[in-house]
């Protein structure tokens, strides 16, 4: 196994965790919610009374971070994700990440940060599932296709 030294950012991805692992202690302890983004977009189709306002704040946050990020960050900080793949396979991946949060009941964020954290069996056997599925599906495309 080679390490990709130039895109290994563990400082970053560090900072990254410990930030998420803050934001979602203090939205469930002070509002009482998991911080799981499929859960938060969901809740605006159809939006309660009331309800809207904050998340669309939330998601609008999601795309103005990183524009901070970029204002504020010094520029070798900032490094472009590199995918390897076109935009078809981009498009379908994400669709297909999209069903397998109507299935499984929440996302990435809800289950492997906020689910595992509060020891929920549910949150447990879906992170299980989407590890091997990410695992199955590198394989596959490695080593078979």
Do not use: Q
């Not at 935009?87 to 297909?96: E, F, N, T």
Request: charge should be positive; glycine fraction near 14%.
């Amino acid at each position: 196994m080679n390490i990709d030294w130039t895109h290994f950012t563990p400082w970053a991805s560090l900072v990254g965790g410990v930030l998420l692992g803050m934001a979602s202690a203090m939205f469930i302890l002070l509002n009482g919610r998991i911080l799981g983004i499929s859960g938060i977009l969901g809740g605006l189709l159809p939006a309660k009374a009331g309800d809207a306002s904050w998340r669309i704040t939330f998601l609008l946050g999601l795309f103005v971070s990183p524009l901070v990020m970029k204002a504020l960050a010094p520029a070798e900080f900032l490094h472009a994700p590199r995918i390897d793949a076109n935009m078809a396979m981009v498009v379908v991946a994400g669709l297909l990440v999209g069903v397998g949060t109507r299935y499984g009941s929440g996302c990435t964020s809800g289950h492997g940060v906020c689910g595992l954290s509060r020891l929920s069996p549910r949150s447990m056997a879906a992170t299980g599932l989407f590890m091997a599925a990410g695992f199955v599906t590198v394989f596959v495309i490695k080593h078979i296709i």
